[in-house]
């Protein structure tokens, strides 16, 4: 199987813009859940969709939004950037998103904001 | 809330020395532990995982045992190659309430190994 993907792997944006990240997860997986990652605030939940639903959500300002489509695909948004939303983005993949499955995590995508 | 704590790095070894990474946590209910793994420019692999107390999980020369009345899920290799430079990441998939698809994880551990 292939495994999850995420595009674009880097991205450059200036503060105010907004930004659409893009996860595929693996096939027959409907959970997909967002991470961020920084140096200083390591690896913090975002949020997490299942069916197209938005089951769990993690400790982030509104600017931070997401979607999950019927075939499972997930985008999330960022508006109004900031220079503290530089970081990894990370999404990952599982059966149906409990907590005894594996979560299968994409390469990443790299914001930098300006 | 749920927390994992990881001991304190980076981690220097030479190749062949025994590696231990430390790892408790704290989590109401039953939680499920892992360990990923994260090379350079990359995304984080799974390493093992343990679902119940005194589950050991294993791959790749790594173990770790659940253990809920230390509440430790300590990571050990008995002989560590240049290859095993990473961080690792200690994780904790909580069973209860409507936790659904959420890992809190460990700061992580720089491992870098010299031959």
């Known amino acids: 199987k292939a495994g999850v993907t995420q595009t674009p792997r880097y991205l450059i944006k200036t503060r105010g813009q907004q930004v659409t990240l893009s996860c595929s997860p693996i096939?027959?997986?409907?959970?997909v859940s967002w991470y961020q990652q920084t140096p200083g605030q390591g690896l913090q939940f975002l949020f997490e969709y299942f069916s197209e639903t938005q089951r769990n959500k993690g400790n982030f300002p509104g600017r931070f939004s997401g979607r999950q489509f019927s075939n499972s695909r997930s985008e999330m948004n960022v508006s109004t950037l900031e220079l503290g939303d530089s970081a990894l983005y990370l999404c990952?993949?599982?059966?149906?998103?409990?907590?005894?499955?594996?979560?299968?995590f994409g390469p990443g995508t790299r914001l930098l904001v300006l | 809330g749920d927390s994992v704590t990881q001991m304190e790095g980076p981690v220097t070894l030479s190749e062949e020395a025994f590696l231990t990474i430390n790892c408790t946590y704290t989590a109401t209910g039953y939680p499920s532990l892992f360990w990923y793994v994260q090379y350079p420019g990359e995304g984080l692999q799974l390493l093992l995982k343990a679902t119940k107390a005194d589950d050991k999980g294993s791959n790749k020369g790594f173990e770790a045992t659940y253990r809920k009345e230390t509440t430790s899920f300590h990571l050990e290799k008995g002989s560590v190659q240049v290859s095993d430079s990473a961080v690792y990441f200690c994780?904790?998939?909580?069973?209860?309430?409507?936790?659904?698809?959420?890992?809190?994880f460990g700061q992580g551990t720089i491992l870098t190994v010299h031959p």
């Open positions: 096939s027959g997986h409907r959970s």
């Open positions: 990952a993949s599982s059966p149906g998103g409990t907590a005894r499955e594996t979560q299968y």
């Open positions: 994780a904790l998939g909580d069973a209860g309430g409507t936790s659904y698809g959420k890992l809190t």
